[in-house]
């Protein structure tokens, strides 16, 4: 099976500009994650979706992020505007809905602000 | 909230050694233990996980164990070999169908040939 589909891999901007990520996850995956992977730390939780509603997003930065899944199935991820602590690989992953079901992660995007 | 503590942050071990991390949680309600191994520059990739309600697994050369009472778990690998090579996470999550995980801080492992 297809996995979970990040783009773009790249990005680098200027603080105080926007940008945006999106992720495509495994097909029939209900829940959706978006995590932040700092240099030499663990992805942290910044949102989880359970098909196109929040689930916990209790440690989004919601003055600068926002998320969506609006139709249950992809995701946008958006900084706006950004600040230098915000360089990280945002990782998004899917996992089926309950049953104990294991999370799979895209391979991310690394952000770099300048 | 969840913590998890992640101990060795570095290990270097000789090829054909065996290697174990260990890792502590703070929330007695968790109930999911999973292992991700992440190479530079890709993706966590599940290794290995367990369930509360079982007190250790294997597969193959890589096994975890759990002690609920103590809050801990661990992560053995033997007959280690280069391509075991990598940062290895440890993380934690509780709740029947909502899996966000907290993870611990990382181990970079070195398998010198």
């Known amino acids: 099976e297809a996995g979970v589909a990040q783009s773009p891999r790249y990005k680098i901007i200027e603080k105080r500009q926007s940008v945006a990520f999106w992720c495509n996850p495994i097909?029939?995956?209900?829940?959706l994650y978006w995590y932040q992977q700092i240099l030499g730390q663990g992805p942290k939780l910044l949102i989880q979706?359970?098909?196109?509603?929040?689930?916990?997003d209790s440690q989004l930065p919601k003055d600068r992020f926002s998320a969506e899944r609006l139709k249950g199935v992809d995701s946008t991820l958006k900084i706006q505007p950004a600040k230098l602590e915000d360089s990280a690989v945002y990782l998004c992953?899917?996992?089926?809905?309950?049953?104990?079901?294991?999370?799979?992660f895209g391979d991310g995007t690394r952000l770099s602000i300048l | 909230g969840e913590n998890v503590e992640q101990h060795p942050s570095t290990l270097s071990v000789q090829e054909g050694d065996s290697a174990v991390i260990k890792c502590t949680y703070s929330?007695?309600?968790?109930?999911?233990f999973p292992w991700y191994k992440q190479e530079l520059g890709k993706r966590p990739q599940l290794i290995i996980d367990?369930?509360?309600?079982?007190g250790e697994k294997k597969d193959q050369r890589i096994a975890v164990t759990l002690n609920k009472t103590a809050k801990h778990f661990s992560l053995h690998i033997t007959e280690t070999q280069p391509e075991d090579s990598a940062v290895y996470f440890c993380?934690?999550?509780?709740?029947?169908?909502?899996?966000?995980?907290?993870f611990g801080s990382g181990t970079r492992l070195q398998v010198q040939p």
């Open positions: 979706f359970q098909n196109n509603g929040v689930v916990d």
């Open positions: 993380a934690a999550s509780k709740g029947r169908g909502r899996r966000a995980l907290t």
């Open positions: 992953a899917s996992s089926l809905s309950g049953n104990d079901q294991p999370q799979h």
């Open positions: 097909s029939g995956h209900a829940t």
């Open positions: 367990i369930r509360s309600n079982v």
């Open positions: 929330d007695s309600a968790s109930n999911y």
